[in-house]
């Protein structure tokens, strides 16, 4: 098996289901802070696959906010349903929907494959649930008000809060993964991550600078 994931394209065709998805992207992702491009990328170190208790609490829970952000993340090209954002930015939120989706998959089949692994372990505590359900209600008011240059800026950055957090936690999943093979797959998940957030790191300076 490749780590390295390959688009697929996949979406819904009901744009009414954005509102509803970009509550759940925007509660999980709005709390993340732009840090800027960081460079490298260190291999997976998997741990000894005797390890279990904690660890594998850690790595169940790192597989299911990653698969959580992946599914979210696929559908936020459904965005074109209710915004005619320029042809650069649709085209860059597509290829990542698509990506995510890919990414979502190669999860499941992990899964598959291992019934130890959970993907639906979302442990949060009460208080941060209801932060982000806060922040949710926020955004969704801001994205669906805004329109041209100010939803431009707005969707890009939210994209490199939701990447720079999916890469990081891809990495840290990969690192927490006592399979070789599946450690691979994970870091090359994160390694797309990465990836498309340069692209939107790059796309939002551009903007920026010509707004």
């Not at 499941?108 to 505590?125: G, K, N, T, V, Y």
């Not at 998940?189 to 990836?195: G, N, R, Y």
């Amino acid at each position: 098996m490749r780590g390295r994931v390959y688009p697929h394209g996949q979406g819904l065709s009901k744009g009414a289901l954005f509102v509803v998805n970009m509550t759940r992207f925007s509660t999980f992702l709005a709390v993340l802070v732009v840090t800027g491009l960081l460079t490298g990328c260190q291999s997976p170190k998997p741990r000894p696959v005797s390890e279990s208790g904690p660890r594998k609490e850690l790595r169940n829970n790192c597989y299911s906010l990653l698969y959580q952000l992946l599914e979210e993340q696929k559908d936020v090209s459904l965005l074109r349903f209710i915004k005619r954002e320029p042809s650069d930015v649709k085209t860059l939120i597509t290829k990542i929907a698509k990506t995510s989706a890919t990414g979502g998959r190669l999860l499941e089949e992990l899964a598959r494959q291992d019934p130890a692994i959970r993907l639906d372990d979302l442990r949060l505590p009460p208080g941060e649930m209801a932060t982000r359900d806060a922040i949710a209600a926020t955004k969704e008011k801001e994205l669906l008000s805004q329109s041209g240059v100010a939803f431009e800026l707005s969707l890009l950055l939210t994209q490199t809060e939701a990447l720079s957090y999916g890469w990081h936690l891809a990495k840290v999943t990969s690192e927490n993964e006592p399979d070789p093979e599946r450690a691979r797959a994970l870091a090359g998940i994160s390694e797309d991550l990465k990836a498309a957030y340069q692209e939107v790191f790059t796309l939002l300076l551009a903007k920026i600078k010509y707004s």
